[in-house]
């Protein structure tokens, strides 16, 4: 048999093989067979024929490159074939159920209520407002005296309050805050406390002994009591909604003159009346009003020369209102499921 | 205050409703809080005239009328022996619903068509007592000229609205029906109708020259005014039927004449009287004095009590009769019997009666009027109202008056600038919008010049004493709502400040690892503490607690938090990561008033597999966070497992601590899966914190290389790691123990560490000689250091 006879059976031999091949590495088998330089058996054809005659050596070159190529041509078409049945066969087995629960990690809550005093603090820090939080444990006379409570007013029974010792208490409000603020700095001022607070209150569904609160405080030249409805009906707007109308009714605290409640309608009736207004369609969010002089003056502001403007507002009650939470102890409860509704 | 709206109609012409006038009096800060409705529940009753009366050809007692009721004309057969033609009356249509809900249809009586029913007083729910005396029997009998076919509801006023008043703490005055009233007039912009009084008091007589023995002060800051009346022929009984059913409404029980005039005239005008039989006082007339020691009296309500140091007593010659301003003594009480009154109206000093009133557990309608402040006007007038309606009701008032009194002070004057008013309102007022303002609420108002108003306030007014005080009369009752609205310009440049800065840091990061934050009670009971192995007395308590739960201030976070976990887990909440941000309070000699209340930040892991590292983990990336290079110690806390714990610290500084639960302790609450703690100082944590800073990241191949090594038990991996670090220098990037084994082969008393080394250079490739080199270095510094051994 002639050396080309040889090839062409060879070639013949692989492609009935390959033909019959039916796996990737069964084709990798085959290569190495007819093709693998150590033991292959093209190469052990090549090797057969010495003393070739050298004018026909390019010749058999030149078929045994042709041969090498048809094989690899044809286990390289095999094997795309065989990749391509398997591909089928693969995909049509890995169908999931997309509806089986994927893996995942239950992702960290922030407390509803400091999701609540997150808010009311960006509305006013961009306003330009600073956060300052004072101490829980207060003097008598940040708490009271200098808030313009004298000792023995009657006006001191609306903070019935938690002492440590004759003088010195739990803040039943965050308003001491404001002259420590002023005692810190010159005006102009522009400041929300926030904080906890504590009051002797009875507990039922809307009273707990220690709560949230968050105090505002504007001081400077010409501040007036238009600019406290402007600014608090634009943080009325911001936090309840675009639509949302507010209406401001006199009121007393010792440290503000004129003071004020602050009222929005009721976002849960739009103002038709329900039970979280009592009927009345509008729902109180705060108290508010002009820093009272005497204020003003104990702190060593000129009160002819400066005015501002304080408001404060419960925290709870805010998240109350804005998710129509029935009570205040579930805040404390820190039970999961309340937790993660927000 | 229960305000009954047809009490308040006395002293203000009103056509509106009570809804309208509560809205008028919540526009100038009169609170009302709600609107009561007291009464029957009556339909389908209508005004009628009865036109024609005719006998009932089929029975005797029977009349068969022609009536008319607006645009019907209708024929209703009755018994009433009352009924004429002409009258007036209510007539109930076919399905009108009468007070005892029973339904009204037409029918034929005895063969008379009988198209509905006429109705008397009790029917329709209205007290009979009410009508006169000649009108109460049978069928009603409106007046001639009352509009017909309208509901009775509009002619009768079968249902009485109350309106629940809140009053200010500072508002004295508005603390009576008259003061609410003037509100509402001067909102309204109509006249004040001031009751009846007896008109016979003259300025003369404060103080009478000749000494009277019917009043005697002793303490006159205690009792700055006491005014005497007397009343002869005295009958007690009854109070007429509109007097009785108005206390009724504003919540007093009706007692007897005297006594109901003394409350009537209290919720009238504020002030309150106290009427003494006068027969029961030794001497006949009452002495003023502070209380003995240890004096005792029975007050009216029948109680002995243990008079404070506060308490002002009123007494005869002999013994106490009263405590002032509070509660009048059981001794001298008015009876049916009683033929002569002594009638007191007086001003008591605000703060002993508030410091009595509480002491003696008695807040009464007459100390919380005493306790909001003085008005000596309101004596005089109080009295002589309260003469002028018992002269009326209930016997003859003695022309002897009698006042002792300090000398009445000159009415207050305050100065009020339009300036004054600009700088703080935002708009601008006329003198006259000044003058009508204040003029309608019965201040006296004289302009000095131009933009200077000198304002006299009443006496009533105790909450006026200076200008800005009127700058909220002038708002109030031109009403916020019509002042303008504007928004101050944010200042550029305008420095902030943030002191939330490190809570918002850590509670973002927190919640990026994967914790919830919960928020527990500062307060707790003692209880509490001990259960944690903490001790009561090293923490700061409650003079004043409502109750056990809040008499301790937390020193720690973990106990609360653990509670927070056991409530998850009886709720079958399996898989908690918990953290808060919350102060904590500690007595501190260092510290101005002697406490403190760093900011914590705790952390309570509790789930199937929480250990150690889990927390551990955290809690290296809270310091990595602010590039802290923490480390940890071995520490031991009470309540903690003694070999899971640690004190986490930053150089020398201790930061905080973290452990699991000891298992005592967890045994002690029942708790079956792992629990672990950490509590962090943040604010330290902050203080130290490390700037950012740029370094270059090297462009040459990193390799990495193990070392397992075997020591002696006691070794820790953080000892051999300082040792690494140290020997590696600059090459060593990274070096971390990622295995610890024990046991077979390794002989008892040691372990297996197996440390994983990142090396790069900034300048060069690392070539396999100089890595293997310094490999060497460390396992020999580990041998010379540490007694370590390479493990085969």
């Known amino acids: ?342 | 205050m229960r305000v009954p709206f047809c009490w308040l109609k006395d002293y203000v012409e009103i056509t509106e409703s009570a809804q309208e006038v509560a809205e008028l009096l919540q526009a100038v800060g009169v609170p009302v809080e709600n609107i009561e409705r007291e009464g029957a529940e009556v339909s389908g009753v209508v005004s009628a005239r009865v036109e024609s009366v005719e006998q009932h050809p089929d029975a005797e007692r029977l009349k068969v009328c022609q009536v008319e009721a607006g645009s019907q004309r209708l024929q209703i057969v009755t018994a009433a022996p009352n009924v004429r033609a002409g009258m007036v009356t209510a007539l109930a249509l076919h399905g009108a619903v009468l007070a005892d809900g029973v339904k009204i249809k037409r029918g034929k009586l005895r063969g008379a068509l009988s198209e509905g029913m006429f109705c008397g007083a009790s029917e329709i729910g209205y007290d009979p007592e009410l009508l006169p005396a000649e009108d109460r029997e049978g069928i009603l009998n409106l007046a001639a000229d009352t509009p017909l076919g309208r509901p009775i509801q509009e002619v009768l006023p079968l249902q009485e609205e109350i309106l629940i008043v809140e009053s200010f703490a500072n508002r004295a005055d508005q603390l009576s029906i008259l003061g609410i009233a003037r509100e509402l007039a001067a909102k309204l912009r109509r006249p004040l109708r001031l009751p009846a009084i007896c008109q016979d008091f003259r300025p003369e007589d404060i103080n009478p020259s000749q000494n009277s023995e019917l009043v005697t002060i002793e303490d006159y800051e205690a009792c700055p005014r006491f005014m005497a009346r007397l009343i002869s022929e005295v009958k007690v009984g009854p109070s007429p039927r509109w007097m009785a059913h108005r206390l009724e409404l504003a919540g007093m029980r009706s007692i007897n004449n005297v006594v109901d005039i003394t409350n009537y005239v209290m919720l009238e005008t504020g002030q309150p009287l106290h009427a003494y039989d006068r027969a029961h006082l030794a001497g006949g007339g009452l002495i003023v004095r502070r209380a003995q020691p240890g004096e005792k009296l029975t007050t009216l309500d029948g109680t002995e009590q243990t008079l404070p140091d506060s308490a002002i007593v009123i007494a005869d010659a002999q013994r106490g009769v009263g405590v002032a301003g509070v509660m009048g003594g059981l001794n001298s009480e008015v009876e049916e019997t009683t033929k002569e009154l002594f009638l007191e109206s007086a001003a008591f000093d605000n703060a002993l009666v508030r410091r009595t009133a509480l002491r003696l557990g008695l807040r009464t309608e007459s100390s919380k009027r005493f306790e909001k402040g003085i008005d000596l006007e309101r004596v005089i007038f109080g009295a002589q109202r309260a003469a002028y309606l018992l002269g009326q009701l209930a016997g003859r008032v003695e022309p002897t008056i009698v006042v002792k009194s300090v000398p009445t002070p000159a009415p207050q004057t305050v100065a009020l600038r339009t300036h004054t008013l600009q700088r703080l309102l935002g708009l601008e007022f006329t003198s006259a919008q000044i003058v009508e303002i204040l003029g309608a609420l019965d201040f006296q108002v004289r302009q000095l010049e131009e933009g200077l108003f000198q304002v006299q306030v009443p006496s009533f007014r105790l909450d006026i004493s200076q200008e800005v005080d009127l700058v909220e009369e002038i708002a109030r009752h031109y009403g916020y709502d019509n002042l303008p609205c504007t928004v101050p310009a944010v200042q550029v440049g305008a420095v902030t400040y943030h002191t939330d800065a490190p809570e918002e840091h850590f509670r973002s990061l927190a919640l990026s690892l994967g914790l919830t934050e919960i928020i527990t009670p500062s307060l707790s009971s003692g209880e509490l503490l001990r259960q944690f192995r903490l001790q009561e007395d090293k923490c700061l308590q409650i003079m004043n607690p409502l109750s056990e739960d809040q008499r301790v201030l937390r020193s720690h976070l973990f106990p609360f938090m653990t509670n927070a976990i056991l409530r998850n887990l009886r709720l079958r909440n399996e898989d908690l990561r918990f953290f808060e941000i919350s102060h904590i309070y500690r007595p501190s000699k260092q510290a101005a008033e002697g406490v403190r209340e760093p900011r914590r930040l705790g952390i309570a892991l509790s789930f199937a597999g929480a250990d150690f590292f889990n927390l551990k983990g955290i809690v290296e990336s809270l310091g990595r966070s602010l590039r802290l290079e923490l480390s940890f110690k071995r520490e031991t806390l009470p309540w903690a497992h003694s070999g899971c714990c640690a004190g986490v610290y930053c150089g020398e500084t201790r930061l905080g601590w973290l452990g699991a639960v000891h298992p005592q302790l967890a045994r002690e609450l029942d708790l079956e899966q792992p629990l672990l703690w950490a509590e962090l100082d943040i604010d330290r944590m902050w203080e130290l914190k490390g700037a950012a800073q740029y370094r270059k990241s090297s462009r040459f191949p990193a390799v990495e290389r193990d070392l397992a090594l075997v020591v002696d038990s006691q070794v820790s991996a953080g000892e051999l790691l300082n040792s690494f670090r140290k020997v590696g220098g600059a090459l060593m990037v990274e070096a971390k123990c990622f295995d610890v084994y024990t046991g077979a082969p390794i002989p008892a008393g040691q372990k297996s560490m197996a440390f994983r080394f990142v090396l790069q250079s900034m300048e060069k490739t690392l070539t396999e000689d100089e890595i293997n080199k310094l490999l060497k270095k460390l396992q020999k510094a580990a041998e010379r250091e540490f007694k370590a051994t390479l493990r085969e």
């Open chain 1, 1 to 342: 048999m002639s050396i080309f006879e040889q090839l062409t059976q060879l070639q013949k031999g692989a492609e009935e093989k390959i033909a019959a091949a039916v796996s990737k590495e069964e084709l990798e088998g085959l290569w190495t067979q007819f093709l693998g330089r150590k033991g292959g058996e093209l190469t052990a054809i090549l090797r057969s024929v010495k003393g070739l005659d050298p004018q026909e050596r390019p010749l058999v070159g030149k078929v045994a490159n042709e041969v090498k190529g048809a094989i690899e041509g044809l286990i390289a078409k095999r094997q795309e074939l065989l990749y391509q049945a398997n591909l089928e066969k693969r995909l049509s087995s890995e169908q999931l159920d997309v509806t089986l629960p994927g893996r995942w990690q239950e992702p960290g809550r922030a407390h509803i209520l400091s999701q609540t005093l997150g808010r009311i603090k960006e509305i006013f820090k961009g306003l330009g407002y600073s956060v300052m939080a004072g101490p829980e444990i207060e003097t008598d006379y940040y708490n009271f005296e200098a808030l313009n409570i004298p000792a023995n007013h009657p006006s001191r029974e609306m903070w019935d309050s938690f002492f440590l010792r004759p003088g010195l208490l739990m803040r039943s409000h965050t308003s001491p805050n404001q002259v420590r603020v002023m005692e810190r700095q010159d005006p102009p001022v522009r400041v929300v406390c926030p904080g906890k607070c504590y009051r002797r209150d009875a507990v039922d569904a809307t009273h707990f002994w220690e709560f949230h609160q968050v105090e505002g405080l504007l001081v400077d030249e010409r501040v007036t009591f238009a600019d406290l409805k402007g600014t608090l009906e634009l943080f009325a707007k911001a936090m309840f909604g675009e639509r949302r109308r507010t209406r401001f009714n006199p009121s007393y605290f010792p440290f503000t003159e004129p003071s004020a409640e602050v009222m929005v309608d009721c976002f849960v009736c739009e103002g038709k009346g329900c039970r979280v207004c009592k009927n009345s369609g509008w729902i109180e969010i705060m108290g508010a009003g002009m820093v009272h002089p005497r204020v003003l003056q104990g702190v060593g502001y000129d009160s002819e020369r400066y005015s501002g403007f304080a408001f404060g507002m419960g925290v709870e009650r805010i998240a109350m209102l804005t998710y129509a939470i029935d009570d205040i102890r579930l805040f404390y409860e820190d039970d999961l499921r309340f937790l993660r509704q927000f």
